[in-house]
T-cell receptor, first 112, second 113 residues
Framework: GENVEQHPSTLSVQEGDSAVIKCTYSDSASNYFPWYKQELGKRPQLIID?????GEKKDQRIAVTLNKTAKHFSLHITETQPEDSAVYFCAARGGSNYKLTFGKGTLLTVNP | DAGITQSPRHKVTETGTPVTLRCHQTENHRYMYWYRQDPGHGLRLIHYSYGVKDTDKGEVSDGYSVSRSKTEDFLLTLESATSSQTSVYFC????????????FGPGTRLLVL
């Protein structure tokens, strides 16, 4: 089955800096890659996603890039703010099913 | 929050007792999922459903069973709870005809003593 590796497990940045979280996946047939943000005690919420026919997608300060050849995708957050502090999860969906496999998460701390 | 509720939201039980968690949706989404979340493990799929009475196992299904008799309800049962099943349980829903995003419920915090 699909295997998703996520790095780093923790990331601390200063307010205003950029943050990058990287994920790799194993199933070359995977075609959908969402990113979720989970604040303490809350449910995971989708912040951005990308499909395999697209190389990059942006939404304000958030962007995701996908390299299908290398089987990795990354989340980029620019001009970080304290409210960006949370756990971020990447996930991948295999080509022939509707299940998501999640990475283990990255705890992002943005220091004021 | 996508019309998903979970009940109970918190539960404390003893080892060996059966426990049933309920996920209810008002979105008429076809797919429903049960995950458990543990520190250092992220979200792991327990079971999922692709329609009424259609269910299948995920990666950590041992000790759990599910049922879906109506589109809106997906039940997760721990037949005989163990301390290793202490976790936070999240239900999620999705529908390929509506963009396939998975939306999560608020979670159930389960403590097995």
């Amino acid at each position: 089955g699909e295997n998703v590796e996520q790095h780093p497990s923790t990331l601390s940045v200063q307010e205003g800096d950029s943050a990058v979280i990287k994920c790799t996946y194993s199933d070359s047939a995977s075609n959908y890659f969402p990113w979720y943000k989970q604040e303490l005690g809350k449910r995971p919420q989708l912040i951005i996603d990308i499909r395999s026919n697209v190389g990059e997608k942006k939404d304000q300060r958030i962007a995701v890039t996908l390299n299908k050849t290398a089987k990795h995708f990354s989340l980029h957050i620019t001009e970080t703010q304290p409210e960006d502090s949370a756990v971020y999860f990447c996930a991948a969906r295999g080509g022939s099913n509707y299940k998501l496999t999640f990475g283990k998460g990255t705890l992002l701390t943005v220091n004021p | 929050d996508a019309g998903i509720t979970q009940s109970p939201r918190h539960k404390v039980t003893e080892t060996g007792t059966p426990v049933t968690l309920r996920c209810h949706q008002t979105e008429n989404h076809r797919y429903m999922y049960w995950y458990r979340q543990d520190p250092g493990h992220g979200l792991r799929l327990i079971h999922y459903s692709y329609g009424v009475k259609d269910t299948d196992k995920g990666e950590v299904s041992d000790g759990y069973s599910v049922s879906r008799s109506k589109t809106e309800d997906f039940l997760l049962t721990l037949e005989s709870a163990t301390s290793s099943q202490t976790s936070v349980y999240f239900c999620a829903i999705s529908d390929r005809d509506r963009g396939e995003t998975q939306y999560f419920g608020p979670g159930t915090r389960l403590l097995v003593l």
